[in-house]
């Protein structure tokens, strides 16, 4: 930690929680601005412009029994967080030595390796966190462009260790109020999807394509929408473009977020709905290397579902690289939600869902690392 806010304190202002006076990474373009909290190395905030709307306004600490406390400086996850080694629990022995829930990334203070820097049109920063119970290092390139409101991440991890070892990443970016209401509309492009909590014994029956799934008492639900019932609260779709994508959008606010990355690198997309005093309260727009929530064993027994890996083997030493983009968009009020997302190299064109099929584009050029 006393690390982390050494090399952090030139660039580090009080983050939004200001009664913590948490350590934050700060990246500033004309188009937007991003704020990354160092204790957990969560994107807490994105925004248009100086004070734009940030979608990403969420943190895990109102699930504590007493969220109206302040809460402790130490690391948590918030807004979008990073799952590493994990995504879900751990094994019994592994909760008795220390691992928690989706991995230590969002447990950990991430370190600053390179101030943020203004270079060819892009504003660049460079953090890294270490897992020791994982083994695991990983360094993150976040590039924000200057005058367009989109960043990459690049995330390098690296297994410390002398052996192999299975493990997953998964993006856990997380929308909340007042982004999220009952009038936001999700879409992605997801295709064969299960329910987590629900389940047939082979966990591919039965199976839903995006965006409708069943809850448990087998009626039928479209997952573009979250009003005051979250069943299923966990639906995993796989992708089965060269590109995955999601988008939320809430009209009366003229905004969108979203997300496009590289399936070689992300083939899950991962939907959870969260409901609290009868109204939305997180959606988590989750892509990963995997789509069961179950530990280590479960994955291995299982394998694969729908002909799609559920997790990665990263050998002794090696050094494995994923990448995604986010970007925030102008929307007009009547707009309907979203149909595609493409992107061909250069640019990125969104799609209208439902009648107009509006387009909005994006020259954003070559975007991401080489995939696996």
């Given amino acids: 930690m006393h690390i982390a806010l050494l090399v952090t304190a030139m660039f580090c202002t009080t983050s939004l929680f200001a009664s913590q006076n948490r350590p934050t990474l700060n990246m500033e373009g004309e188009a937007a601005q991003i704020v990354v909290d160092l204790g957990g190395g969560s994107i807490s905030d994105f ?29 948590r996850s918030m807004g979008h967080f990073l799952c590493l080694d994990r995504w879900g ?7 008795e030595m220390g ?25 660049q920063a460079k953090m890294a966190a270490t897992l020791p119970l994982a083994g695991l290092e990983v360094l993150r390139t976040i ?79 479209n997952l573009r929408h979250l009003t005051d019932d979250a069943s299923p609260a966990v639906v995993s779709y796989i992708i089965e473009e060269e590109y995955g994508w999601v988008t939320a959008i809430n009209a009366s606010e003229q905004l969108l977020i979203g997300y496009l990355w590289p399936s070689a690198d992300y083939p899950w997309f991962d939907a959870w709905r969260h409901v ?20 280590g064993p479960v994955l291995v027994e299982k394998g694969k579902i729908f002909d799609r890996h559920l997790f990665r083997f ?37 799609t209208e869902r439902g009648g107009k099929e509006r387009e909005m584009t994006m020259d954003v050029g070559a975007l991401f690392a080489a995939t696996q």
């Fill in 47 to 75: 925004h248009l412009g100086e004070d734009g709307l940030n979608p990403l306004q969420w943190d895990s600490w109102d699930f504590e029994p007493d969220p109206s406390l302040d809460p402790p400086l130490a690391p």
């Fill in 89 to 95: 629990p751990a094994t019994e022995t592994e909760t």
């Fill in 99 to 123: 691992m928690g829930w989706h991995g230590e990334a969002s447990r950990s203070w991430w370190s600053v390796r390179q101030a943020p820097t203004h270079a060819d049109g892009r504003v």
């Fill in 143 to 221: 590039r924000l462009h200057d005058d367009q409101a989109i960043f990459t991440v690049r995330e390098d991890v690296t297994n410390t260790r002398h052996i192999g070892r299975i493990y997953n990443i998964v993006q856990h970016p997380t929308i909340g109020p007042p982004f999220l209401d009952e009038s936001t509309v999700v879409d992605a492009n997801g295709t064969r999807g299960f329910m987590q909590e629900t389940p047939g014994p082979d966990f591919e029956t039965p199976e839903v394509r995006w965006p409708d799934a069943l809850k448990k008492d087998g009626t039928e639900v």
């Fill in 276 to 295: 609290a005093d009868g109204k939305p309260f997180a959606r988590g727009l989750e892509f990963g290397t995997t789509g069961l929530h179950q530990p």
């Fill in 314 to 350: 990263i050998d002794a030493k090696e050094t494995q690289t994923f990448s995604y983009a986010n970007f925030l968009m102008e929307i007009p009020q009547d707009f309907n939600g979203v149909d595609s997302v493409s992107y061909d190299g250069t640019q990125i064109v969104v």
